[in-house]
């Protein structure tokens, strides 16, 4: 079964840390000096702070989410996006396979 992601807007808690976080995007890639890809399930920033800069951006991914404080909207664009992002994530894993 594939994971439901949460919607932007959403603030959680995740382990190992101290600080909730609000989900600001999903898959984002960070790629090292080897080329080699990670891709994460979500990007968030620190809550109630907000994007201060781009060093306070922070990638996780669902296994780490330990509550859930705050879901965010979900409308029939929300749902229709979240339709996209499993289409997404099947494609990257096919790549990745292959």
Same mark, same amino acid.
């Given at each position: 079964?594939?994971? /439901?992601?949460?919607?932007?807007?959403?603030?959680? =808690? %995740?382990? +190992?840390?101290? =600080? =909730?976080?609000?989900?600001?995007?999903?898959?984002?890639?960070?790629?090292?000096?080897? !080329?080699?890809r990670? %891709?994460? +399930?979500?990007?968030g920033?620190?809550?109630?702070?907000?994007?201060?800069?781009?060093?306070?951006?922070? &990638?996780?991914?669902? @296994?780490?989410? #330990?509550?859930?404080?705050?879901?965010?909207l !979900? +409308? +029939? #664009?929300?749902?229709?996006?979240?339709?996209? %992002?499993? !289409?997404? &994530?099947? /494609?990257?894993?096919?790549? @990745?396979?292959?």
């Amino acid at each position: 079964m594939e994971n /439901k992601y949460l919607p932007i807007g959403s603030v959680v =808690k %995740i382990s +190992d840390s101290q =600080k =909730k976080l609000m989900i600001t995007g999903y898959l984002p890639i960070e790629t090292n000096e080897n !080329e080699e890809r990670k %891709i994460w +399930d979500y990007c968030g920033c620190l809550y109630p702070e907000g994007i201060i800069t781009t060093s306070t951006n922070y &990638v996780f991914n669902q @296994d780490k989410i #330990e509550e859930v404080c705050f879901l965010g909207l !979900e +409308d +029939d #664009e929300q749902k229709k996006f979240q339709e996209k %992002i499993q !289409e997404t &994530v099947r /494609k990257l894993r096919n790549l @990745d396979n292959n």
